[in-house]
Nanobody
């Protein structure tokens, strides 16, 4: 059974930083790309960042480039999202996710972690 468990989010002041993590189990972690999404109140879930299996490549939504960095530790089966220069618009529930294809494609999601940017 694939499980993705995210760390607690938190309250951050504008301009501050936060580094949520996502611990995976039930899969050969190193071979799978890991994604981050977020969903702000009243908005659709949107793509934030992705990192390929073994971390060779990373991808970011345009609005996150230069501020957010995703990384992974395959020994710990954990993916991270370093968020810097945070603004109120970054307030959202952040989710990690991965897709596994075995005869069909199944997307697994973390439980989500609330991140609030406010003074």
């Amino acid at each position: 059974q694939v499980q993705l468990v995210e760390s607690e989010g938190g309250l951050v002041q504008p301009g501050g930083s936060l580094r949520p993590s996502c611990a995976a189990s039930g899969l050969t972690f190193r071979v799978y790309s890991m994604d981050w999404f977020r969903q702000a109140p009243g908005k659709e879930r949107e793509f934030v960042a992705a990192i390929s299996g073994s971390g060779g490549n990373t991808y970011y939504a345009d609005s996150m480039k230069g501020r957010f960095t995703t990384s992974r530790n395959d020994d710990q089966n954990t993916v991270f999202l370093q968020m810097n220069s945070m603004q109120a618009e970054d307030t959202a529930v952040y989710y990690c996710a991965t897709e596994i294809v075995v005869k069909k494609t199944t997307t697994y999601w973390g439980q989500g972690t609330q991140v609030t940017v406010s003074s």
